[in-house]
């Protein structure tokens, strides 16, 4: 099967979170022991049925897609708690999501509670 070369370079400030991050995929701390499967997996999960739904795939295929992305992402929401002795995180939900808003009315930004827009911004170079 032919490969598809995809390359990208990011550099953030030295005091920023993300370079924390960063850091830390970069070093033999991790998880696993491939920084590249540690970006990869989660942009996939994320950002995998949306890919799909662009490229007009069917409706079934994106929605169970969608369910798997859901699985690998809840997957790792039960690995943070209990890695770090969280009881209880079934009442947390984005500060920023409205509840009498539909998401599809959002823009995506505002679904993702985690990210601090100023922050990305002063972090990137």
């Known amino acids: 099967m032919p490969s598809y070369d995809f390359q990208s370079r990011i550099q953030v400030s030295s005091d920023s979170p993300y370079a924390t991050t960063l850091k830390y995929l970069k070093s033999s701390q991790t998880v696993w022991p491939d920084s590249k499967r540690m970006l990869l997996v ?24 969608a369910l798997n992305s859901i699985r690998e992402l809840e997957s790792h929401c ?48």
């Open 78 to 125: 039960y690995y943070l708690r209990q890695t770090f002795g969280i009881e209880n995180a079934a009442n947390v939900t984005p500060s920023s999501q409205s509840t009498d808003t539909s998401p599809r009315d959002q823009p995506m930004s505002s679904l993702m509670s985690g990210v601090d827009d100023d922050l990305i911004g002063s972090a990137l170079l």
């Open 42 to 65: 989660p942009t996939f999960a994320y950002w995998h049925p949306f890919a799909l739904q662009a490229l007009g795939n069917d409706p079934a295929q994106v929605r169970q897609a």
